[in-house]
């Protein structure tokens, strides 16, 4: 079991830039899959960025340029580092861990768009970006 907890959320104009952490903690937390994912009011939740063990990284095509997403294994933490935001990106932000699954024949992490492999989550924190 891990868990998790994020901060760094807030309210910023559009171009501005936030960066969003999560503490792990628990058994396996540093060899979990990790991502970032949003809802935003009435939508469904998305994957913004995934990281694997390895540090190999995938972005949403909506997010790609503009965020970065780093896991520092040592002190288990996961951060989502986001720039030129948009209104567009106003949503809560999660945290989330899977273990990796096979895919494609092959043992490797969940990307960002398989949410639902997702199975630790955090409670989330708000990014309001206004135009």
């Known amino acids: 079991q891990v868990q998790l907890v994020e901060s760094g959320g807030g309210s910023v104009q559009a171009g501005g830039s936030l960066k969003l952490s999560c503490a792990a903690s628990?058994?396996?937390?540093?060899?979990?899959?990790m991502g970032w994912f949003r809802q935003a009011p009435g939508k469904e939740r998305e994957g913004v960025a995934t990281?694997?063990?390895?540090?190999?990284?995938k972005y949403a095509d909506s997010v790609k340029g503009r965020f970065t997403i780093s896991k520092d294994n040592a002190r288990k933490i996961l951060t989502l580092q986001m720039n030129s935001l948009e209104p567009e990106d106003t949503a809560t932000y999660y945290c989330?861990?899977?273990?990796?699954?096979?895919?494609?024949?092959?043992?490797?992490?969940?990307?960002?768009?398989?949410?639902?492999?997702?199975?630790?989550w955090g409670q989330g924190t708000q990014v309001a970006v206004s135009s």
């Open positions: 628990g058994d396996g937390a540093r060899t979990y899959c």
């Open positions: 989330a861990a899977a273990w990796r699954q096979v895919i494609g024949g092959r043992l490797t992490c969940p990307t960002y768009e398989m949410v639902r492999l997702y199975i630790h």
């Open positions: 990281v694997d063990s390895d540090g190999n990284t």
